[in-house]
């Protein structure tokens, strides 16, 4: 079974911190994605990467950057955190081969920002 | 952007009865994906139905797409209290675009 860990489920930072959260899948896939999750607002893409070094801006890229500099991992970083980065975030794989565009989820960090 | 959206937003049942949740987007698809998630954890992959099918089975899953009305429905069959969860259909491409979801709670 494919396996999607991220670094922490529960994470608190001060607003101006520098905040780096990681994700790690095993199955060698070549798409990989970070989202946002807030009420009422459902999942938003924030960045993807469909290969080592590239990456693409999602829906709301404002504030954060992502860095893939191996194939297993994709790391978020928030520059500088604020309040309104307060939220659940979700990574997630996927391949491009086998079941098309299915993607497999990590656990989420939830992030509090004070 | 082609982006599902479920109705109803929540949806409250007795355990054993059939839950039927809807999702309609707005442009072509090639593919349309149904995902779970319960309470604050990650979504899991339930079913995905492609353009040129109507109908897809998957245990106590049942899936229709009429891409004529763009709008889909899975049916939960006899649900059972481990089904409360959040459901969201997604649409296809690269990089699936998420509704908001439908909250379903089954009741013991």
């Known amino acids: 079974d494919v396996k999607v860990t991220q670094s922490s489920r529960y994470l608190v930072k001060r607003t101006g911190e520098k905040v780096f959260l990681e994700c790690v899948q095993d199955?060698?896939?070549?798409?990989m994605f970070w989202y946002r999750q807030d009420p009422g607002l459902g999942l938003r893409l924030i960045y993807f990467?469909?290969?080592?070094?590239?990456?693409e801006k999602g829906d709301i890229p404002e504030g954060y950057s992502v860095s893939r500099e191996k194939k297993e991992r994709f790391s978020l970083i928030l520059e500088s955190a604020s309040t309104n980065q307060t939220s659940m975030y979700l990574c997630?794989?996927?391949?491009?081969?086998?079941?098309?565009?299915?993607?497999?989820f990590g656990p989420g960090t939830r992030l509090t920002v004070t | 952007s082609q982006q599902g959206e479920e109705d109803p937003q929540a949806l409250s049942i007795q355990e054993g009865e059939n839950a039927t949740m809807n999702c309609s987007y707005k442009?072509?698809?090639?593919?349309l994906q149904w995902y779970r998630q319960n309470s604050g954890r990650g979504l899991v992959h339930l079913i995905l139905?492609?353009?040129?099918?109507r109908e897809k089975h998957s245990g106590r899953l049942r899936v229709t797409l009429d891409t004529s009305k763009k709008s889909s429905s899975l049916l939960i069959t006899a649900s059972r209290a481990a089904d409360t969860a959040s459901y969201f259909c997604?649409?296809?491409?690269?990089?699936?675009?998420f509704g908001k979801g439908t909250k379903l709670t089954v009741n013991p």
């Open positions: 997630a794989s996927s391949s491009v081969s086998g079941r098309v565009y299915e993607q497999y």
């Open positions: 199955m060698d896939h070549e798409n």
């Open positions: 990467s469909y290969d080592v070094k590239m990456k």
């Open positions: 442009t072509s698809i090639n593919n």
């Open positions: 139905i492609r353009s040129n099918e």
């Open positions: 997604a649409t296809d491409s690269l990089k699936l675009v």
